[in-house]
């Protein structure tokens, strides 16, 4: 049996250099050469995972299929890669911490004294291995900055692998910053030099440097960064800033990356397949017509909070042969603002998840102008719910109707917590996370778009359609187009006199990619590409 490789991808200088992208991209050059991949998230934050951090802070919860609320950076490893995430690909300092702890209360550890080597860094290591099972080669992206007191114990944890795995198994790739001083005007060197050394001083030697750079990192710059580094020249690779993310895979190519690392775990080269990325990035980046779609929701004043929904649109407009410009509205200004002053240039409106009553009146104002104006209109989550509320309100005339999550006394609660339905109790929980399926009734909107009556799609929410109202909402216009089989959940709702508008339950977003474009969105961009011919 083939040994599994290890690519541990650290880096260095400042944070948000882009590891996560570039774990994927080197994942995405590793399958097209063949190779069966794993990828795994090391995030050195006490949180056991990021489901409760504000998305102002931390950005967008990724969803995976078993239902597991992890980094972001794992969305980019789905995008690039064929490789489906899930509770193993995430692993926080403080899951890693909480395991430790749990162990030592049973006694696993015979009374010995718990310490960070070698029991948590032990733990580290199970989880390392744990996700490689079965791939070719595992890619591990450690969170955080070299030279963080959070990262040491994972630093320590991927260094103790480089020592037990043969040397052919193990690569180390740094990614760092080689700023240009606009003053100076050249690049500097310096702090890629301290963040290897740095690296170094932990008892690990990279093997490949990904230097982030605004333009191309002329061979004399590479010449003495590797000569600090303790590399040879091809090792110091140019990565070099780009407006398409996804033309990273094919830039690192170009730098002759793939043949560094498949020379240094003795894999062999052979004869890759990249060529419909090239032709998809290609097409993405030549598209000459836009249509603007206005995103109404809470956090768009940080804008890793919407990453997948973000990267789901640009799909779906390759997929349609246009740009797709966003507008981005932050839902509270929309109480003090006249809709038709902020829509006027917009050609479909989106409304995303979220929780707490922040910032509700202005997504049901915006919902109502789309319902009204015939504006393409799609609500995910939280945007399906408050489209809903707003048709119970405004068509059906229960003015005080609302969700439970936002007014507990409302004599019209449209949606409730999980736990206030029939038969939900035992489920364990009060929120549905993860994949779960979807009949979807023929001639609908849905079916149309779907081409299929059962579908499978990824939740994360705590509050679900109220029953009592689907009689009247369907007996006013607005289908129930989609349930839940298993608990009989509302799942989809649309309505059949718009020219196109949908709300889901689930996240849609987290299962486009470039070459897979999810059908909600690229039909949604479609209707709002005639929308714009029209208007």
């Known amino acids: 049996m083939a040994k599994t490789r290890y690519i ?10 882009g590891k996560g992208i570039a774990a994927a991209s080197i994942g995405n050059i590793l399958e097209s050469y063949g190779y069966t991949i794993a990828m795994l998230k090391l995030d050195p934050y006490l949180n056991v995972d990021p489901g409760t951090m504000s998305p102002f802070q931390h950005g967008e919860v990724f969803v995976t299929e078993d239902g597991a609320e992890t980094d972001l950076d794992l969305g980019h490893y789905e995008r690039f890669t064929t490789t489906r995430t899930s509770q193993k690909s995430n692993w926080t300092a403080g899951r890693i911490y909480e395991k430790v702890i749990q162990k030592e209360r049973r006694g696993d550890f015979l009374g ?22 079965g791939a070719d080669v595992v890619l591990v992206e450690i969170g955080g900055t070299v030279g963080d007191i959070e990262s040491l114990p994972f630093l320590e944890a991927i260094r103790q692998i480089g020592l037990e795995l043969e040397e052919e198994q193990v690569l180390y790739v740094h990614l760092t910053l080689v700023p240009f001083i606009k003053t100076a005007g050249e ?23 990904l230097c982030r750079a605004e333009t191309p990192i002329p061979s004399e710059i590479k010449r003495k960064i590797a000569l600090f580094a303790n590399l040879k020249e091809e090792a110091v690779v140019s990565a070099v800033d780009v407006k398409n993310i996804y033309e990273i895979p094919l830039i690192y190519r170009k730098e002759g990356l793939d043949a560094i690392i498949l020379k240094k775990l003795q894999l062999k080269g052979g004869r890759s397949s990249i060529v419909e990325w090239e032709k998809w990035v290609k097409r993405s980046k030549g598209l000459s017509k836009e249509v603007t779609i206005a995103i109404v929701g809470k956090y768009v004043s940080h804008s890793d909070a919407y990453k997948s929904l973000f990267e789901a649109l640009f799909h779906a407009g390759a997929a349609n042969n246009v740009r797709v410009r966003l507008e981005l509205i932050d839902s509270d200004s929309l109480t003090e603002k006249e809709p038709k002053d902020v829509f006027r240039a917009v050609h479909g409106i989106l409304v995303p998840g979220g929780f707490g009553i922040r910032g509700i009146d202005g997504m049901i104002r915006a919902v109502e102008y789309a319902r009204t104006r015939g504006i393409p209109y799609f609500g995910i989550c939280l945007g399906m719910q408050v489209a809903t509320i707003e048709f119970v309100r405004n068509v059906l005339k229960l003015a005080a109707a609302h969700s439970s999550e936002f007014d507990a006394r409302t004599p019209h609660k449209v949606f409730l917590k999980l736990r206030e339905l029939m038969n939900v109790e035992e489920m364990g929980h009060n929120m549905r996370l993860g994949a779960y399926s979807c009949i979807l009734k023929k001639k609908s909107l849905a079916y149309r778009i779907y081409q299929q009556e059962k579908i499978s799609e990824r939740h994360r929410h705590r509050y679900e359609f109220n029953p009592e109202f689907e009689y009247m909402l369907e007996n006013k216009g607005m289908r129930v187009s989609g349930k839940n089989p298993e608990r009989n959940l509302v799942e989809i709702v649309e309505l059949s006199s718009h020219p196109w508008f949908l709300g889901c339950q689930f996240h849609p977003e987290f299962k486009s990619r470039p070459l897979q474009p999810h059908p909600l969105f690229v039909s949604f961009i479609e209707h709002a590409k005639r929308h714009r011919g029209r208007s």
């Open 8 to 17: 541990f991808i650290t880096g260095g200088v400042l944070s948000s250099l």
């Open 112 to 133: 010995k004294t718990v310490q960070v080597i070698p029991h948590v860094t032990d733990e580290i290591k199970v989880a390392v291995f744990e996700a490689g099972k």
């Open 187 to 209: 690049l500097k060197t310096k702090p890629t030099q301290h963040s290897v050394k740095a690296l170094q001083e932990i008892g690990i030697q990279p093997d490949i440097l």
